[in-house]
């Protein structure tokens, strides 16, 4: 089985901030982990992902993920927040197919990001 | 890459009435798709998985007479949501898989279904 934490539903930054979401996950097997990201009334938009290879992870509009395994976190970074990054960020850690038919992704609740001038 | 579309964007449909929605891949083909449901504000719910030429496999607590799934090729799901009732109201989103250990998912942008 397979769970998601993310801490705070809601998380407000001031523009040029850095930018901390936070990320455990609990999983009975090495875990894919991603950060995606919906925009309103949108799809959801792959940040990062992480698959084993390197635990420092690098993503698009310079967001960086890192994983830990003592700590079972996925923590999402960005070290300074642009406006354009308001949304609901979105972290999940995938079965790895091994119940069969794809990788099934679980879901944290999110974190609303607010950025303030 | 790795571009899904869906269609429509926006259904208004009366009560009792089905409603079809489509999910392809653009770019790549697909070995399994994916259907989840989202409430306001709240997290994605996985409701089915779909591999192409095969039966979807239904998440507990998802009536598979409710929401019929084909997968019929490696670009092209349909969810079809029959004798839809306001509960049914909802933002539903596929989301579709590739690669040799296809291990990520690329998401469409959703459909907003409203049933009055």
């Known amino acids: 089985a397979q769970s998601v934490t993310q801490l705070g539903s809601h998380v407000s930054v001031s523009e040029g901030a850095l930018v901390l979401l936070r990320c455990n996950y609990s999983?009975?097997?090495?875990?894919?982990l991603f950060w995606y990201v919906q925009y309103p009334n949108q799809g959801l938009q792959l940040l990062l992902k992480?698959?084993?290879?390197?635990?420092l992870v690098k993503g698009i509009n310079g967001f960086e993920a890192e994983f830990k395994k003592s700590e079972t976190s996925f923590h999402l970074t960005k070290p300074s927040a642009h406006m354009s990054d308001a949304a609901e960020y979105f972290c999940?850690?995938?079965?790895?197919?091994?119940?069969?038919?794809?990788?099934?992704?679980?879901f944290g609740t999110g974190t609303q990001l607010k950025v303030e001038l | 890459g790795a571009v899904v579309s869906q269609h429509p964007s926006w259904v208004i449909c009366k009560s009792g009435t089905s409603v079809k929605i489509e999910c392809r891949s653009l770019?790549?083909?697909?070995?399994?798709m994916f259907w989840y449901r989202q409430f306001p504000k709240q997290s994605l719910m996985l409701m089915a998985t779909?591999?192409?030429?095969?039966?979807?496999?239904?998440e507990q607590g998802v009536e598979k007479d409710k929401f019929l799934i084909n997968h019929a090729s490696l670009t092209l799901s349909t969810l079809t949501v029959t004798s839809a009732h306001p509960e049914d109201s909802s933002f539903y989103i596929c989301?579709?898989?590739?690669?040799?250990?296809?291990?990520?998912?690329?998401f469409g942008p959703g459909t907003r279904l409203l049933v009055l």
């Open positions: 779909s591999n192409e030429g095969s039966k979807a496999t239904y």
């Open positions: 999983s009975s097997v090495p875990p894919y």
């Open positions: 989301s579709a898989q590739y690669g040799t250990q296809g291990e990520t998912q690329y």
């Open positions: 992480y698959t084993s290879a390197a635990t």
């Open positions: 770019d790549f083909q697909a070995t399994t």
């Open positions: 999940a850690v995938s079965d790895r197919g091994i119940t069969g038919g794809g990788n099934k992704l679980t």
